[in-house]
């Protein structure tokens, strides 16, 4: 399975702002077609709109009813097009091993580990490395910024 930390999800979600409310609050903009874009981040049952109404407290409602290990921190209005998987301008991964390798109980090689990784640094081509969906993805090179590989003693060894 994979575990997240700061996972971004999209749901379609009531609010109680119209569009003339996002543009006199300085949040967003509204389109030719109309359609609301909100720009800027608001903290849900926090923000007193004008004629009274407050925003629903999205993510004290879904932690009343999800487990303990999904939390909700805040939410944002987006577009209607928003994909969280499609739009996302970068991404942030961190994976965790058990300190020693499964089969042979020997511990990892951390500097092997840190030198190895280094070439993943730059532009590189990672179509081979990724689900094909040339339907929505038609371009495989991504960018890596920075690779750190730390030995994390507080791991159980299982």
């Known amino acids: 399975g994979v575990s997240t930390l700061r996972q971004v999800v ?5 609010s109680v702002l119209t569009a003339e409310q996002v543009l ?6 509204v389109e030719e077609n109309e359609q ?11 923000s007193i709109i004008e004629d ?6 999205y993510c004290e409602m879904l932690n009343r009813v999800l487990p303990d290990d999904i939390r909700p ?7 209607l097009d928003f994909s969280a998987r499609f739009s996302a301008a970068s991404r942030t991964y961190r994976y965790f091993f ?12 951390i500097q092997a580990m840190r030198d190895a990784s280094q070439r ?7 179509r081979h490395f990724c689900k094909m969906d040339v339907e929505h993805v038609k371009n495989f090179t991504r960018i890596v910024y920075s690779i750190e590989i730390q030995a994390c003693h507080h791991l159980p060894n299982v």
């Open 10 to 14: 999209g749901l379609c979600l009531r």
């Open 24 to 29: 006199s609050l300085g949040l967003g903009s």
């Open 36 to 46: 609301v874009v909100i720009t800027h981040r608001m903290h849900p049952g926090n």
């Open 52 to 57: 009274g109404k407050k925003e629903l407290n």
């Open 73 to 79: 921190l805040a939410w944002v209005p987006v577009s």
């Open 98 to 109: 058990i300190p020693t390798q499964a089969k042979t109980g020997q511990a990892f090689n």
């Open 120 to 126: 993943l640094i730059g532009e590189h081509d990672f």
